[in-house]
Structure formats: C-alpha cells, structure tokens
C-alpha cells in the first residue's frame, strides 16, 4: 500500500516558489537562473530539429497495419508527450548538473531559514568549492539512476499497443525522479547516502510523487522551467524538513 500524503506533497513546489523571493537566498537564485537562461537558449534552438526527428523515428517503428495507421494522430500525440517529458527532465539534468554547487548551498540556506539551526558550520564560497566534487558525483549517481530506467520506458513505447501506456508510466517516472532529485539536494548536505535516499522517499511515495508532480509539469513549459528549478530546491528542502519530522513523530 502506497504511504505518504499526496496532497501535502502538493503544496511543497509552491512554498518553494515563497522562499526564493527571500532576501538571504536571492544570490543563489539568480546566478543559477542566468546559467538555465543560456543553457535554456540553446536547448531551445536545437530543440524545434530534434524533437521532428525524433517523433519521425519513433513513428517509424510503427508497423504498416490500417488500423495502426488510422490512430496515427494519436501516436503523434502519445509520441509527442513522451519525448517532451524526456527534452523536460534532459533540461533539469544538464541545468542541475552544471548548477549543483549552488543549489546544495541554497539547501542549506533554506533549512537554516526554516529550521534556525546550521546545517554545515563550515559556510561560504570555500566550502562551495570543496564540495563541489563530492556534489558533481551525486549529480552523476542520479544520472546513471535515471537513464537505464529512461531506456526501458523507451523500448516500451516503441512496442505497439502497449506504447498506449507509455506517456502515463513516463509521467509518473519524471513525477518519482523530480523528487529524488530535488530531496537529495537536502540529504547530501546531512550526508544520507543516495540508496537510503531512494528507500526514504519510497516509503513515503504519495508525498514524494505529489512533490514531484508539479515540479514535472513546471519543467515542460517554457520560461516557467527556468524559475522552478531553485524553487524546487527550497519546496524540496521543505519537504526534507517537514516529511523527516512528520516521520520520527
């Protein structure tokens, strides 16, 4: 039986989104979000190219059957879905990979903020450089996590009929993958290993996937993307917060 309060994971993104207008925290909002402006700039100009290419190469997998070809707007549509779910989290992938120092240290402020206790005495731009090989080897744990998965939902879509069920399952895996992304940002800063990460979250799945649900949809829509990343580490932080005490009690 799934655990967990869906609708209180729910509400996490938009707290997010109230924290990051706070004065202390702004710095490390707004040298993230200049990078996922340029970063976001390219993506976009490769992107219209990749995407038709993509659609077209999935299409052909298809096989000649009339009936097949007569649902071809709904391949397109089902197809479509899928490959902007993947463009979305290939986005937050490479945007927080690139922007990970500064998002683990924003962890850290917001839980200062919402808890008034330190997280790591050892605060400021030395510690940001001495752990940033410790937090890019995180980023890559979450990557070699996520892209096996990916592969196996894409061989899954590209079989007919069942590819029908593809977009949701693809959807629900992003939903479940925004939250173990974000959450770890305010786990490794209290040095929980990223296996007792994922067995957390799953024992409080509904929490997580309600978390991480609005985040996926944020990451789909233009422009909105590039402001939800540093809120979701704030609402992520949040949860870490909340979820934790709601747990021991």
Request: charged share 15%.
């Amino acid at each position: 039986m799934l655990k967990g309060n869906f609708f209180r994971g729910l509400g996490y993104l938009g707290e997010g989104f109230r924290l990051i207008r706070l004065p202390g925290l702004r710095l490390f909002v707004i040298i993230p979000l200049v990078i996922n402006i340029l970063l976001f700039g390219l993506m976009f100009y490769f992107m219209a190219e990749l995407f038709s290419v993509l659609i077209a190469g999935a299409m052909a997998w298809l096989p000649d059957w009339a009936w097949l070809q007569a649902l071809d707007w709904l391949f397109w549509l089902l197809y479509g879905v899928v490959i902007l779910l993947m463009l979305a989290y290939g986005f937050v992938i490479v945007a927080n990979l690139i922007g990970s120092p500064f998002y683990g240290y924003l962890a850290e402020l917001t839980e200062k903020h919402l808890t008034g206790q330190e997280v790591n005495p050892d605060e400021g731009w030395a510690a940001l450089l001495k752990d940033t090989p410790r937090i890019l080897w995180r980023e890559v744990q979450k990557i070699a996590y996520y892209l096996p998965r990916a592969l196996g939902l894409f061989i899954i879509g590209l079989i007919p009929v069942v590819n029908l069920v593809a977009a949701l399952l693809w959807f629900l895996f992003n939903s479940w993958m925004m939250a173990l992304q974000y959450v770890d940002y305010p786990a490794d800063n209290h040095k929980v290993s990223f296996a007792r990460l994922r067995r957390d979250l799953a024992a409080q799945r509904l929490s997580a996937l309600g978390f991480g649900l609005p985040v996926a949809l944020a990451a789909m829509v233009p422009v909105l993307n590039l402001v939800v990343v540093p809120a979701a580490v704030c609402g992520a932080t949040a949860y870490w917060v909340r979820e934790n005490t709601s747990n021991q009690q």
